[in-house]
């Protein structure tokens, strides 16, 4: 079975621009959480989606929104792009206790 | 707000060593406890995950331990080898979403 897959795996953006990065979950798994990690820093919480619901939402701007589609496929999307928004997203999905998380997407900001 | 501590932040030993990583925390309402690893720019691989309601798990040469009690846990890794040489990372899900330490970076020396 795949595991957690995201897309881009890297991309380079300038201030000012929007982006919009992608998760498929695990086959079966109908929880999506995204994830912001900075260089040196644990991961922090930004969203998590069940069943194409919002079911929380961690301490980031209104920037940040997201949206979980039938397949249970997600999307993150950053407007207003800032130099300090460059940090590695990563995406979970959870089907029961355990969460598995995909290889991340390295976003710089320039 | 739960806090999650990892202590130390990095440790290098020779190989063959045990290792002995560290993780407190502050809430003890927690729903459970997994242990990851993260290679350079990578996304996080699940190595252990320790229900509330249990207070060790083995795999292999890992063994982790919980303490709700004292909000403590301990990862241990039996004779090291370099190819342990990671950022290991705890993390306590309480409700819908996983709060991070910040890591224990492993150099384990040939």
Redesign the interface.
């Known amino acids: 079975d795949a595991g ?1 897959t ?1 897309s881009p795996t890297h991309l380079i953006k300038t201030r000012g621009q929007q982006v919009t990065l992608r998760c498929s979950p695990i086959s079966g798994h109908k929880s999506v ?1 995204w ?1 912001q990690q900075v260089l ?6 930004i969203f ?1 989606y ?1 069943e194409k619901e919002e ?2 939402r ?1 301490n980031f701007p209104d920037r940040f929104s997201a949206r979980q589609f039938p397949n249970y496929s997600s999307e993150l999307n950053v407007n207003a792009l800032l130099l300090g928004d460059s940090a ?1 997203y ?1 995406c ?1 999905s959870t089907q029961g ?8 997407t ?1 976003l710089t900001v320039v | 707000k739960q806090e999650v501590t990892q202590i130390p932040a990095a440790l290098s030993v020779p190989e063959g060593e045990n290792l002995v990583l560290n993780c407190s925390f502050t809430d003890s309402a927690i729903y459970n406890l997994q242990w990851f690893r993260q290679d350079p720019g990578k996304g996080l691989t699940s190595l252990l995950l320790i229900q509330s309601s249990q207070r060790e798990q083995t795999s292999g040469r890992l063994n982790a331990s919980l303490d709700k009690s004292s909000g403590r846990s301990t990862l241990y890794i039996a004779a090291s080898q370099p190819g342990d040489s990671a950022t290991y990372l705890c993390a306590l899900r309480v409700d819908y979403k996983l709060s991070f330490g910040a890591g224990t970076t492993v150099t384990v020396r040939a």
């Open positions: 957690v995201q959480s994830y040196g820093q644990g991961p922090q919480f998590q069940y079911r929380g961690g590695l990563l979970a206790a355990e969460a598995f998380f995909g290889q991340g390295r």
